[in-house]
């Protein structure tokens, strides 16, 4: 009889036993485990160890980043995003970690909140303008969602492009600033079969952007290069940014693909990139090394830089200032084919007036390309001067 009971009240305590000993067991792992300064799956570093002194612990900062940096280095992280990631999927969540996972292994961002900063920052392109007297000339990507809209899934939050492209259309005309709306040229395009946009990453392809570039060509009353003058070459094995914040470690990779003019070599190509007082030069507008690496975007001039300048000894036309985001990076390759001079301001990391660069080097056009996502959100288009 005292053994039942006995064994009956250990019984009580057995969950509590396997809690304890998953948690000292988790404590263990963790502690032994290896921890990596970068996640490849992600593309991301991870959170280092935080400093540890009065101050940050007292502040409760330490405690804050200790929860960050344990949260990165849990044991076998990417198994759990991943499971997270497919459950969310299997209980009917798609889109839970911002992603959608849609049809023919398309990753596609979700939209973004129709409360942002639009009409604050087309509002700050029409004071650089007026500051300015050169022609501006404004263009942005449709979103991956509302153009293939036909792989979306079932249940979807709905892009508002047409709201967003309507809005910039109205102000921008209503102040002498041209505008280049791709909404129609790319359902076109896609519906005849063009892949305009990475399947894991949320940039526009190659071919999207030598669409966007004609388009924009027949605005700007320039011809554009023909297609067959360009290399096309392929390379597979392309993860972008999509597939790193979704966690669908299972989606195939996407492919990756450059055009370049193999009359462009470096006696008459001359790439300038510029951080702060530093500056390096090269003879080619793609860097092949960054093919063998996790982000293989940056093979369209060398990624993000706060000022980049393309010089071609072959173009015809003068100069162009092209104030943009990542979208930027494999368009300006095929502006460099009318312009002999294409200088890329990344506004997120050059902290100058745009306004003197426009001044000293009196261009013939100045851009503003961004995509319709990253401008309705952008947060440093405003310091435009």
Same mark, same amino acid.
């Given at each position: 009889m005292q053994f039942a009971k006995i064994k009956s009240n250990f019984g009580k305590y057995v969950?509590?036993?396997?809690?304890?000993?998953?948690?000292?067991?988790?404590?263990?792992?963790?502690?032994? /485990? *290896?921890?990596?300064? +970068?996640?490849?799956?992600?593309?991301?570093?991870?959170?280092?160890?935080?400093?540890?002194?009065?101050?940050?612990?007292?502040?409760?900062?330490?405690? /804050?980043?200790?929860?960050?940096y344990f949260a990165d280095h849990f044991p076998n992280r990417n198994f759990w995003v991943g499971f997270n990631a497919y459950y969310n999927l299997d209980i009917g969540n798609n889109g839970a970690n911002g992603v959608y996972n849609c049809d023919n292994g398309y990753l596609i961002n979700t939209p973004v909140s129709s409360d942002n900063k639009l009409t604050k920052n087309l509002n700050a392109i029409v004071n650089f303008k007026n500051n300015i007297n050169v022609p501006v000339t404004v263009m942005f990507a449709p979103s991956t969602g509302y153009i293939a809209d036909d792989v979306l899934p079932a249940v979807h939050n709905e892009y508002n492009d047409d709201t967003y492209f309507n809005e910039t259309s109205k102000i921008l005309t209503e102040h002498g600033i041209s505008f280049v709306d791709l909404r129609q040229t790319f359902k076109d395009e896609y519906k005849n079969g063009t892949q305009l946009y990475y399947k894991t990453d949320h940039h526009w392809t190659s071919a999207g952007a030598y669409t966007a570039y004609t388009k924009l060509c027949e605005q700007l009353e320039i011809t554009p290069a023909s297609k067959d003058k360009f290399d096309i070459k392929t390379y597979d094995g392309f +993860?972008?940014?999509?597939?790193?914040?979704?966690?669908?470690?299972?989606? *195939?990779?996407?492919?990756?693909?450059?055009?370049?003019?193999?009359?462009?070599?470096?006696?008459?190509?001359?790439?300038?990139?510029?951080?702060?007082?530093?500056?390096?030069?090269?003879? /080619?507008?793609?860097?092949?090394?960054?093919?063998?690496?996790?982000?293989?975007?940056?093979?369209?001039?060398?990624?993000?830089?706060?000022?980049?300048?393309?010089?071609?000894?072959?173009?015809?036309?003068?100069?162009?200032?092209?104030?943009?985001?990542?979208? /930027?990076?494999?368009?300006?390759?095929?502006?460099?084919?009318? +312009?002999?001079?294409?200088?890329?301001?990344?506004?997120?990391?050059?902290?100058?007036?745009?306004?003197? =660069?426009?001044?000293?080097?009196?261009?013939? *056009?100045? =851009?503003?390309?961004?995509? =319709?996502?990253?401008?309705?959100?952008?947060?440093? =288009?405003?310091?435009?001067?």
């Open positions: 969950p509590a036993f396997v809690f304890l000993i998953f948690i000292f067991g988790m404590a263990i792992w963790f502690l032994i /485990s *290896q921890k990596t300064d +970068y996640s490849s799956s992600e593309k991301r570093y991870l959170q280092k160890f935080p400093e540890v002194s009065a101050e940050n612990v007292l502040s409760g900062e330490f405690g /804050s980043e200790f929860e960050s +993860y972008g940014t999509t597939y790193s914040t979704s966690g669908f470690w299972l989606t *195939q990779p996407d492919k990756i693909e450059v055009w370049n003019n193999t009359e462009n070599t470096d006696r008459n190509i001359n790439v300038k990139i510029t951080e702060g007082t530093e500056s390096s030069e090269y003879g /080619s507008m793609f860097f092949y090394d960054h093919l063998q690496e996790d982000d293989k975007y940056p093979v369209f001039i060398d990624g993000n830089h706060a000022l980049t300048e393309i010089t071609n000894k072959n173009a015809k036309g003068g100069t162009v200032v092209l104030i943009k985001d990542s979208f /930027s990076h494999c368009l300006a390759p095929f502006l460099a084919e009318n +312009y002999s001079k294409v200088m890329l301001v990344d506004m997120r990391y050059y902290k100058m007036n745009v306004s003197d =660069i426009v001044n000293n080097e009196k261009p013939e *056009q100045v =851009i503003v390309m961004y995509g =319709i996502d990253n401008i309705a959100t952008d947060t440093d =288009i405003v310091w435009l001067k």
